[in-house]
């Protein structure tokens, strides 16, 4: 799914070297997110993948795993429907499962998904103006965001796909009164967009628990620092050993230093 790493290694249960790497990548990214203190649901929040070579098969973690216990053996396999693909003692979380669904299938170059519920996130979220184009970070990202009004706990399949629908052909969105989500073509994509996001949120929210008058640059400042960042950005993707390639191989040896048992 990712650019080549050093940290490949054989499949530890029956399936493709391809899928193998896409769970090492999603056992990976549950560890990252942890580590960098984007969770606070516990057991509740979800990320996902697509199994490489297949349209209607994901990858999700089992219910009831804290996010440092999900290894890449014990991610649950399953169709589109929920149904479990690979005979598994964790039972899945349908509730979290279906906006994960409904975006892979709407955006088949969705193949990885993060939904965090951060205090930064979740309290950005819950402001009427949304993220506020304050520093660099929160201007790359002024027009790339989604915006989608809560209607309830997401657990029903008609409001998931409205939430797809939302999406568009954005990664990147804020779910009001809820929480963040990003999406990519890797994990490294996805959880890149998500470290932008998040560390937009946490600026957001310091700069306005210090009380004082926040300077807005001018609008013209702002669309040209997005279409400089736009432009970085493309770039460095054009190259497969740059951007969230790096970033996310880079990723992958620190949760290794921390703790190698998420490639079990």
């Given amino acids: 799914m990712n650019a080549p790493h050093e940290l490949k290694s054989a499949p530890k249960i029956n399936c493709s070297p391809e899928e193998w790497e896409a769970r090492v990548d999603l056992a990976c990214a549950f560890r990252a997110v942890s580590a960098m203190g984007w969770h606070h649901s516990l057991i509740y929040n979800h990320l996902s993948m697509r199994v490489p070579g297949t349209q209607s098969h994901f990858l999700i973690n089992p219910f009831g795993l804290l996010y440092t216990e999900i290894t890449a053996s014990n991610l ?19 509730a979290g499962f279906v906006v994960h669904r409904s975006i892979h299938m709407a955006r088949h170059d969705a193949n990885a998904v993060i939904h965090t519920h951060s205090k930064a996130g979740v309290a950005v979220s819950c402001q009427k103006q949304g993220l506020l184009p ?63 996001l998040e560390m937009a949120c946490e600026t957001q929210v310091m700069a306005q ?56």
């Fill in 76 to 94: 649950l396999k399953v169709d589109i429907d929920g149904n479990k693909l690979v005979p598994s003692p964790h039972p899945m979380l349908m």
């Fill in 134 to 196: 304050i520093n660099l970070g929160s201007m790359n990202l002024n027009d790339k965001i989604a915006y989608y009004d809560c209607q309830g706990v997401t657990n029903e399949a008609d409001e998931s796909d409205d939430i797809a629908r939302a999406l568009g052909n954005k990664n990147v969105a804020i779910l009001r009164n809820h929480g963040l989500l990003t999406c990519g073509p890797t994990m490294g994509h996805a959880f890149n967009h998500m470290r932008r």
């Fill in 209 to 264: 628990a210090g009380g004082a008058e926040l300077i807005f640059p001018p609008m013209a400042v702002v669309q040209k620092t997005t279409q400089q960042m736009t432009q970085i950005v493309q770039k460095d993707e054009k190259n497969a050993d740059d951007g969230p390639a790096i970033l996310w191989a880079a990723v992958r040896r620190w949760m290794t230093q921390l703790d190698p048992g998420y490639m079990d």
